[in-house]
Antibody
Framework: EVQLVESGGGLVQPGGSLRLSCAAS????????MTWVRQAPGKGLEWVAN????????NYVDSVKGRFTISRDNAENSLYLQMNSLRAEDTAVYYC???????????WGQGTLVTVSS | QTVVTQEPSFSVSPGGTVTLTCGLS?????????PSWYQQTPGQAPRTLIY???TRSSGVPDRFSGSILGKKAALTITGAQADDESDYYC??????????FGGGTRVTVL
């Protein structure tokens, strides 16, 4: 069974940093692009970042460019999101998702809540 | 700035049919955008329903179908059931490893 388990969320002050992790199991991790999607309270889904299978290509939504960094460790079957210079508008549940066939999100984790507040 | 448009809400009677659409602020949605659809109930993670325009994900009932209607992608629920009451999101692949979600449609079954 495919499982994606996010961790690392919590309360952080504006301007602070947080590192999210996503542990993958039940499938071979390395052949898949992986993605972070977030959802602010009461709002819709927003694609945040994507990383190629070997980590050589990373893409971000404009609002997080220069502040967030996506990475992966294929040996550890893990995906990460380093979030710096956090803002109140980054408050959201962050989901990791497996990109299947390169074009859609076939599996989702349960999400981890990030709250940016003083 | 690409905006993906969805109806904010729809109401459907039990057993009825509803078609949700997914458009672009400028231009037409085609299969080249690999439109996919996700269902989400409050407090839960999204569930993949449809991918690559019209392919149902494993375990998804055949009352859910995807298509291109005119200039938009569409998700049709035929024979709606009470547990179809959810938020539905489309997402378009914009190329170069980037995606844009629509704002979501809340479907009420009553």
């Amino acid at each position: 069974e495919v499982q994606l388990v996010e961790s690392g969320g919590g309360l952080v002050q504006p301007g602070g940093s947080l590192r999210l992790s996503c542990a993958a199991s039940g499938f071979t991790f390395s052949p898949y692009r992986m993605t972070w999607v977030r959802q602010a309270p009461g709002k819709g889904l927003e694609w945040v970042a994507n990383i190629k299978q070997d980590g050589s290509e990373k893409n971000y939504v404009d609002s997080v460019k220069g502040r967030f960094t996506i990475s992966r460790d294929n040996a550890e079957n893990s995906l990460y999101l380093q979030m710096n210079s956090l803002r109140a508008e980054d408050t959201a549940v962050y989901y990791c998702a497996r990109a299947v066939s390169g074009y859609y999100f076939g599996n989702w984790g349960q999400g981890t809540l990030v709250t940016v507040s003083s | 700035q690409t905006v993906v448009t969805q109806e904010p809400s729809f109401s459907v009677s039990p057993g009825g049919t509803v078609t949700l659409t997914c458009g672009l602020s400028s231009g037409s949605v085609s299969t080249s955008y690999y439109p996919s659809w996700y269902q989400q109930t409050p407090g839960q993670a999204p569930r993949t329903l449809i991918y690559s325009t019209n392919t149902r994900s494993s375990g998804v009932p055949d009352r859910f179908s995807g298509s291109i209607l005119g200039k938009k992608a569409a998700l049709t629920i035929t024979g709606a059931q009470a547990d179809d009451e959810s938020d539905y999101y489309c997402v378009l692949y914009m190329g170069s490893g980037t995606w844009v979600f629509g704002g979501g449609t809340r479907v009420t079954v009553l």
